[in-house]
C-alpha cells in the first residue's frame, strides 16, 4: 500500500526512508556466520539471517539502533502549485528528518497539514520545532514504547 501510495499517489509530496541497524556503539549488522557455525563436528547450528554482536546486557537498552539512512521527498510541482515556497520545503524537510507516515492524521497546527485544503499553516508550528527538537534528543537505543512516552512529554512540555 504505501509503494502504491508513493508511486501512484495523488499527494502533493510523497517521501520514503531507508534505514540500518546497528549496534548502540556503531557497529554494523553482519550477515557473516558466527565463528564457529557451518557444518562439521562440533558446529553451532545457525539460522540464516544478520547478526548483532552484543558485549553487555541491559534491561535498559536495547543493544541496537535502527537509524534513517537515507529519505527521498518527491515534490509534484503542480500539485503544490500556489503554496509559499518556504511552506513547502519546510514540509518536504519535515518529513525528511523524521520517518513518519500520516496515520493518525497530523494536528491543524503542524506543517503536515499543509496541503489539507483547511489550514493557512505556512511554516513550522512550535509544535513542529518540539517534535524535531524532541525526537533527536532521544536516547536511540530504547524500546519505541519508551519513546513515544518521553516524546510527548516533551511535546506537551513546550
Known amino acids: 500500500m504505501a509503494r502504491e501510495r508513493l508511486l501512484e499517489g495523488d499527494d502533493a509530496i510523497r517521501w520514503f526512508h531507508t534505514t540500518r541497524m546497528r549496534s548502540r556503539h556503531g557497529a554494523a549488522i553482519s550477515s557473516a556466520p558466527m565463528p564457529g557455525a557451518g557444518s562439521g563436528e562440533g558446529a553451532v547450528p545457525t539460522i540464516g539471517g544478520p547478526s548483532l554482536s552484543q558485549y553487555s546486557s541491559s534491561l535498559i537498552s536495547t543493544q541496537a539502533v535502527r537509524a534513517l539512512s537515507t529519505a527521498t521527498v518527491i515534490i509534484d510541482v ?15 524537510a519535515m518529513v525528511a528528518l523524521v520517518e513518519m507516515d500520516d496515520d493518525p492524521p497530523p ?7 499543509l496541503f489539507d485544503g483547511e489550514s493557512d499553516r505556512n511554516t513550522l508550528s512550535d509544535q513542529d520545532v518540539a517534535f524535531l527538537q524532541a525526537i533527536y534528543r532521544l536516547p536511540p537505543d530504547r524500546k519505541a514504547r519508551q519513546h513515544r512516552r518521553q516524546l510527548v512529554e516533551a511535546i506537551d512540555d513546550e
Open 107 to 113: 494536528p491543524g497546527r503542524s506543517i503536515l497539514s
Open 78 to 92: 503542480e500539485r503544490a502549485s500556489g503554496y509559499p515556497l518556504e511552506a513547502v520545503a519546510s514540509f518536504a
